[in-house]
């Protein structure tokens, strides 16, 4: 699956931004879509992950209760919405795709391209 990842930007801390990916491809639904980041300097990092139906959803603890993932599997698209953004939440935010319910980004198999995120004070 090729994945495009689309909404990031320059925010105020306290603000939002809403991060898309599509997929390309008819299996869309057979895989587990996470979400990562990286800020410069640091390794890759886990956000948040949504199962195959969206029914189940897993969050890194930095971002829980602020940010959450959806799924629209008629779109092949899967979602971030993130709110109340602080400025370590600034990095490369990055869609991947993989066939487990996993936070480890070794197990994922398709990455999008990457959206900065840029949260200022």
């Known amino acids: 699956v090729q994945l495009q990842a689309s909404g990031g930007g320059l925010v105020q801390a306290g603000g939002s931004l809403r991060l898309s990916c599509v997929a390309s491809g008819r299996t869309f639904s057979s895989y587990v879509m996470g979400w990562f980041r990286q800020a410069p300097g640091k390794e890759r990092e886990f956000v948040a992950y949504i199962v195959w139906s969206g029914g189940a959803t897993v969050y890194a603890d930095s971002v829980k209760g602020r940010f959450t993932t959806s799924r629209d599997n008629a779109k092949n698209t899967v979602y971030l919405q993130m709110n109340s953004l602080k400025p370590e939440d600034t990095a490369v935010y990055y869609c991947?795709?993989?066939?487990?319910?996993?936070?480890?980004?070794?197990?994922?198999?398709?990455w999008g391209q990457g959206t900065q995120v840029t949260v200022s004070n």
């Open positions: 991947a795709a993989t066939r487990f319910t996993t936070r480890s980004p070794s197990f994922y198999d398709s």
